[in-house]
């Protein structure tokens, strides 16, 4: 025995050595190699795009359509010096903030739903929210604007022509309210699946004990559910609020001419006038103001839900 265990003790002292786990700058190098996928992902298809989109706003088009030197802030300054552009700009936050505000008052009951409901309305109530978006967005806008139309065709106007309600077509189709429905159908779900992963993560004790303490409920929703999911408010709002924003496909078959956004504005100065230091201008500012927005909005919520 003696003998044997010297012999295969050099052995044994290997196969521990080599069991030992990771030390803690080999667990950093592990890290790091596991992240360069998807940094190099976001390098190529996120950071690198983005740092083209500024480098085109800031150079100069020559009249035989090549963008070059020198540097220039002339797009900047024509854009925020034209009354059009403020304007589609203004028009783009407006319609993005209704659209983000409609789909929190939409999304919370039926995340509430969805969350304090059995297992079956539990099931029947993702599909709902999931279903919508197995379909294009180009197809459902269509049909929104078949349901929308100005004329006596339109199913909405025949709905209330039939009714007794009004006496003529009236304009819905081609104005910032088709915008924002149809915007509200595509983008809702957006918000409903963020609040119920929040409300989900609330303990209803707490709302019990709100209760048993004599708390209505809408007093108990007031000062405890809402607090509690402002989380999940924040992402749905952010999220809703951005793809709003940058919207290009449900403002232009709604919207018209007469409810364009920047999106719209992006797409003409490309494809229409050629002109790209322009086209990315609009661009910039476009994401520049959003992430703006959004992080204020963030920072708001948050300071509320610490303050509740």
């Known amino acids: 025995m003696t003998v044997t265990a010297t012999v295969f003790s050099p052995a044994l002292r290997v196969v521990r050595a080599s069991a030992r786990p990771l030390g803690l700058g080999d667990g950093r190098l592990a890290g790091l ?25 800031v150079l100069t088009q020559r009249p035989d359509g090549v963008v070059t030197l020198p540097l220039t802030l002339a797009h900047f300054q024509h854009f925020l010096g034209t009354g059009l552009y403020i304007h589609v700009l203004v028009a783009t936050l407006r319609m993005a903030a209704v659209t983000a505000a409609l789909a929190a008052l939409l999304g919370y009951p039926v995340a509430l739903v969805m969350v304090r409901s059995n297992a079956l309305v539990m099931r029947i109530m993702t599909i709902v ?16 604007q078949l349901l929308l139309g100005n004329g006596p065709t339109g199913v909405v106007n025949w709905v209330l022509l039939s009714l007794g309600v009004i006496h003529q077509p009236i304009r819905i189709l081609y104005t910032e309210t ?3 429905i149809g915007s509200l159908h595509v983008f809702l779900p957006m918000m409903v699946l963020p ?3 929040a409300l989900a993560k609330i303990d209803p ?20 559910t809402l607090p509690l999911s402002l989380p999940g408010l924040a992402v749905g709002f952010t999220l809703v609020f951005s793809l709003t924003a940058s919207s290009y496909v449900t403002p232009a078959i709604l919207g018209g001419t007469s409810a364009q956004m920047l999106g719209n504005l ?11 230091p322009f086209g990315a201008t609009v661009a910039v ?11 204020a909005s963030s920072w708001f919520l948050e ?5 509740a």
């Open 178 to 180: 088709a915008v924002v």
């Open 33 to 57: 190699l596991l992240l360069l996928p998807a940094s190099g992902f976001l390098l190529a298809f996120s950071i690198a795009p983005a740092l083209t989109l500024f480098g085109y706003s």
């Open 303 to 307: 300071r509320r839900r610490n303050l």
């Open 285 to 295: 500012v476009l994401v520049v103001t959003v992430l703006a927005i959004n992080l």
């Open 205 to 224: 004790q707490l709302e019990d004990a709100a209760r048993t303490l004599g708390a209505a409920s809408w007093r108990v929703f007031w000062r405890v």
């Open 129 to 144: 929210v999931i279903a919508p978006l197995i379909v294009s967005v180009v197809v459902r806008t269509y049909g929104w």
């Open 266 to 276: 992006i797409e003409q100065q490309i494809t229409a006038v050629y002109d790209w």
């Open 195 to 197: 609040l119920a992963a």
